[in-house]
């Protein structure tokens, strides 16, 4: 195990080689805006969700005659990455199959991750590329959790997501086995402003699927975005731990989600997921900017 920092003269980044994970993200003054990871709430900091994003109905999928098992969220964030390389401001790690994937995963792959920093903003940048001779499928997708509140002796009752849409959003229910349900719920928004209040996450997490807006900020009691997640990506999840009254909150952009509880199709057929020909690469990621 193994950390690399990226660092200019106005943010600071520290990547832990296990999960090739963001641990910390600071700002010139030094000021944290990643989540510590206390276990006591929730021991990750940023995870890289692959090659599954969420659940499978009964931890278990089919492809083609074989069952295969595997945990939510799959198994990248556990995994020891290589390091590749280190230069002007970036960096990247690498995992591919081992005897261990193969036995929840059974394909090749490389999997690279990158972080990217300029003036107060960075990327995380993932690259899988299929090396064999049949069709790779996947999802993909972040899980960084940030500080909020961000400052002592406030509630985060008095903070607020801002999208980047002044239309009310859709989102998918979350039910028993973190599946998601035919229903849907509204998330009422005031110009694209939403309270965190305090049972906002009593269901688990806000899933925003097809596209409905691609950038999402915390605002804290003063106003101020200050940490702005942006991405392409599909769909997203905001979440924090249920009833815990978790001083953080997570903005996680995904290629990819849970099953749904009446699913019964294989792993090809799950939606949202990823198709990648012999020799094709996919490219995605988020960018995160802090003030």
Known sequence: MARKILKNDTIAVTIDSCGAEMVSLQNAAGEE????????????????????????????????????QMNQHGFARDMEFSFLEEKDGECWFRLTENMATLTMYPYEFILDIGYRIGDNCLENIWRVTNPASRPLHFSI???????CPRRPGESQTAYALRFDTDKPLLASVIGEGGLVQTAT???????GLLVIGEHLFDKDALVIEENQAHRVSLVDPEGV?????????????????????????CIEPWY?????????????????GNTLAPGECFEGGFKVEIR
């Open 185 to 191: 719920r509204p998330v009422a928004t005031d110009g």
């Open 141 to 147: 997708g972040g899980h960084p959790a940030f500080v």
């Open 33 to 68: 805006y990643l989540w510590n990871g206390d276990p006591a709430y929730w021991k990750r900091h940023a995870p890289v969700l692959f090659p599954l994003v969420g659940s499978l109905k009964n931890k278990q999928y089919r492809l083609g005659d074989k069952i295969y």
């Open 256 to 272: 990819g989600r849970c099953d749904g509880d009446g699913f019964t199709g294989s792993w090809e057929e799950r939606i949202w």
């Open 225 to 249: 975005e200050y940490v702005t997640v942006s991405f392409d990506a599909p769909l997203f999840g905001v979440w924090s731990c249920p009833g815990k009254k978790a001083p953080f909150v």
